[in-house]
């Protein structure tokens, strides 16, 4: 069956940075578009970002643009976030989660447990 195991999330000062891992299994992970979905405390689910199945389209989401990066590595079925400058309202729980089809566009399919961040000095 699917799993997704995120990894990486801390504690982290203002202006930090934090790499996340998710680890994928039971699928053939090349093949899946893969986003980053987080949810602050006492709010709803926010999309970050999506990345295609063969990593050469990126989308994300105004909030976080040109602070956060997808990215993926197909050799090691792993999708990654890169969070640079990081703010107070990043702290969340960031899931990773398998996409419904190869490229953008798509649904949310499989989810992970997530992994927390969280931003104070």
């Known amino acids: 069956q699917v799993q997704l195991r995120e990894s990486g999330g801390d504690l982290a000062q203002p202006g930090g940075s934090l790499r996340l891992s998710c680890a994928a299994s039971?699928?053939?992970?090349?093949?899946?578009?893969m986003s980053w979905v987080r949810q602050a405390p006492g709010k709803g689910l926010e999309w970050v970002s999506t990345?295609?199945?063969?990593?050469?389209?990126?989308y994300s989401a105004d909030s976080v643009k040109g602070r956060f990066t997808i990215s993926r590595d197909n050799t090691k079925n792993t999708v990654y976030l890169q969070i640079n400058s990081l703010k107070p309202e990043d702290t969340a729980l960031y899931y990773c989660?398998?996409?419904?089809?190869?490229?953008?566009?798509?649904?949310?399919?499989?989810w992970g447990q997530g992994t927390r961040v969280t931003v104070s000095s």
């Open positions: 039971g699928f053939t992970f090349s093949t899946y578009a």
């Open positions: 989660v398998k996409m419904t089809i190869a490229t953008m566009g798509g649904d949310f399919g499989s």
């Open positions: 990345i295609g199945s063969d990593g050469s389209d990126t």
